[in-house]
């Protein structure tokens, strides 16, 4: 894999999803910073919201933003993935890639726009003086390298699908909704039955992450490290099965497109 051009092709990629606006990658710092200002200002000034067992004003805005940068990454990957072939399809004819590479590009995009993210809510949270305990964030970087890797793989997966069939596009918004509003990231799970939280823990992999980031930076507990070892195990699974699925399907997703 010619490491010059995948690194070209991430570039374009992050480059291209502003592609047309005014400040163009400007964005990538504005879209984070409004994004917390908002969560804070409405939820801990405006609202009034607290989290339970937390008495700073700033702990519901805080839990919120600390789930929804992650989930924001995870999805943003699936759903570009899915096209990626398709907008792609110029390029492919012309240079002799993996069609791994293209995917790749991708999740590098998303990890630059997390990292600024990341790097705007934690100058913000050093502002406010809101109390982050150092242990749990260590866990951070390997929970978020095994939820791009599911991402990787099932926006791969997805990829494939929708090079054959097109409502896989359509399919994908839908899923990505429901599975957003299914996850605690907004709510939380006290105010669910117990089953409701049980089955959280069973086949939910985006409260797997979700829980790590919120356990961490708002609540200033370790995350659930059985959770943490499941997500791993699912990802490195899930990659292995998309990677056997594009070496099978290659030739005929060229030919396709």
């Given at each position: 894999m010619n490491a010059?051009?995948?690194l070209r092709l991430a570039r374009q990629e992050f480059v291209d999803r502003y592609a047309g606006s005014a400040l163009g990658v400007a964005w990538a710092v504005?879209?984070?910073?409004?994004?917390?200002?908002?969560?804070?200002?409405?939820?801990?000034?405006?609202?009034?919201?607290?989290?339970?067992?937390?008495?700073?004003?700033h702990g519901y805005g805080v839990y919120l933003i600390a789930g929804l940068l992650p989930w924001i990454?995870?999805?943003?990957?699936?759903?570009?993935?899915?096209?990626?072939?398709?907008?792609r399809r110029q390029v492919l004819g012309k240079?002799?890639?993996?069609?791994v590479a293209f995917p790749i590009c991708v999740v590098a995009g998303e990890t630059v726009s997390f990292a600024v993210g990341m790097a705007v809510f934690a100058v913000v949270l050093a502002l406010v003086g809101y109390p982050v305990a150092a242990a749990g964030l260590a866990l951070l970087p390997l929970v978020y390298v095994a939820h791009q890797m599911l991402a990787f793989a099932l926006g791969l997966v997805l990829g494939v699908l929708n090079v054959f069939f097109k409502d896989i596009q359509e399919f994908v918004s839908v899923l990505l909704m429901v599975w957003f509003w299914g996850t605690p990231v907004v709510w939380v799970l006290g105010?669910?039955?117990d089953r409701v939280a049980e089955a959280q823990a069973l086949v939910n992999p985006a409260f797997w992450f979700v829980q790590a980031y919120q356990s961490a930076i708002a609540l200033g507990e370790m995350p659930d490290t059985g959770l943490v070892?499941?997500?791993?195990?699912l990802a490195v699974v899930a990659c292995a099965g998309a990677l056997v699925l594009v070496r099978l399907k290659e030739r005929a997703i060229r030919d396709h497109l």
């Open positions: 010059e051009l995948l504005l879209h984070p910073l409004l994004l917390v200002a908002v969560f804070f200002v409405v939820f801990a000034q405006l609202m009034g919201g607290r989290l339970p067992g937390i008495g700073d004003t990454a995870f999805s943003g990957v699936v759903r570009r993935s899915t096209q990626v072939f398709q907008d240079v002799r890639l993996p069609l105010i669910v039955p070892v499941r997500l791993v195990l």
